[in-house]
């Protein structure tokens, strides 16, 4: 973990509201960790690490004056990272159930993992992923039975977590979330993204931000 | 003079129990403030903990701890030796009342020979008993303040106060007339923040909308105390924050929230006081 500045390379629109940041430089992470990202607001924002064509690449959804800062005004940003936990996937093929926010870390486990990747979007893709992609709640529902695997990671939505769960639930072990808790620090010392975990307490930040599916409260 | 430079600290709470020492030059770093420990565990509060405003962060956090037997087990374990070996170590105590405050105090008097010094919470407003209530009953707690210096009669004592429960400078009043060494201005106030969707944080109020609010606390209580140890707190982002807390009486700085924002503010404030020693 360290400070350092990540400078922009090319910035990509994927769909209307999620952008695509190619970064500069070249960071070691391993699948699963984050970075902080400075905005002009009081707090860095969590952002999954990825690749595209190999370079350091994030996706943002632009909803706000800290992800627009991000996406459109600065040019270098001040970040903290790598943090998080490594992602470490079962014995067996696997498929990742990710929204347009987490598709460059879905690329990247692609490369490293024996996975497939499904993108779920709400809105019309504006360039070929180079993945299946479904687009709407209608075809994503439609989709979802359908997938063979023998572990499920879901990045996206609460509502994508959500449907995922309550279709795959009878195979809850080989479930895998990322949760996108409020984080203040990212680094184990807030406590602000703690929660109750079926094993005890939690920090997204430190413990995660991935955890299987049977850790999760779905009440 | 607590003897730490620079005259930097950072804050009990946002630094956790030294996260942040893998992220800043411990060299620009006077002394690091561990997280609140209780006498009682302290566990989880609801979800969401933390929001923030344009100029304000708000938390619950609530003094989650592991309460002071797990915390002193690690102690003797070495988990906290990597925070000693970079820097100098400030205690911060808490509890939900007068006898726990005494409890604590006698649990780790062995031990308070590792720290610089010990800081007492007296001002957490996020708790439901404990924090600021105790000093709205000003005689009892004078008196607990009398009873811990006599528990730990060499130790650098501070008073972590707010500006709620009592007159700041009238609670600053009573630590003196205890023999404390000093105080730390301000801890966080009492907020409300409203998400867009209509659910409502209850919590402590910190961020940049605070520095206003400290700047007078230290400058009040300089005007009537000019002994005490004042370690300024609440709303410092910047070296050039740092200059005026220290123009109006300050000895020291305690850095909180800005982590979050970026933790180089520490280098930058650091460097600011440089090779002065308080």
Known sequence: ?219 | MLGIRPPLIIASGPGGYGEYLNLINSKCLGAYTLKTVTYKPRSLTEAPRMAFGSFYLINHIGLENPGVDKFLESLRLGRYDGIFKRTKVILSLGGDDLKEYLKITEKVKPHVDRFVAVEYNFSCPNVTKGGFLLTAKADDWARLLGRIRELLPKTFLLAKLGIEGILIERAAGYVNEAGWEGVTLVNTVRGLHMNPDGRILLGGLSGPILKPISLRAVYEVRKRYQNLYIVAAGGVYSASDAREFIAVGANAISVGSALFKDPNVIEEIGKELGGVVK
């Open chain 1, 1 to 219: 973990m360290e400070n350092f500045c990540l400078t922009k390379d090319k910035v990509l629109r994927i769909n209307s509201d999620t952008y695509l940041l190619i970064f500069e430089e070249r960071l070691p992470f391993e699948p699963g960790q984050f970075v902080m990202i400075e905005t002009p607001q009081l707090v860095r924002k969590p952002f999954m690490l990825g690749r595209w064509n190999e370079a350091l690449a994030i996706s943002v959804q632009m909803k706000g004056v800290g992800t627009r800062y991000i996406v459109q005004e600065a040019r270098k940003l001040k970040a903290h990272g790598p943090l998080g936990k490594a992602f470490v996937p079962p014995e067996g093929r696997g498929v990742v159930v990710a929204s347009p926010t987490c598709v460059t870390m879905a690329n990247y486990l692609q490369k490293r993992c024996n996975c497939e990747v499904v993108i779920g979007s709400k809105t019309q893709v504006r360039f070929e992923l180079p993945f299946r992609t479904v687009v709407g709640d209608h075809e994503f529902l439609r989709l979802l039975p359908t997938l063979q695997y023998d572990w499920c990671l879901v990045a996206g939505s609460d509502s994508m977590k959500r449907v995922v769960w309550e279709t795959f639930k009878n195979k809850k072990e080989h479930l895998f979330f990322t949760l996108e808790e409020y984080m203040g620090c990212g680094v184990g010392a807030c406590k602000s993204c703690s929660f109750l975990a079926s094993s005890g307490l939690k920090y997204v930040c430190k413990d995660g931000p991935i955890f299987r599916g049977d850790e999760l409260c779905w009440e």
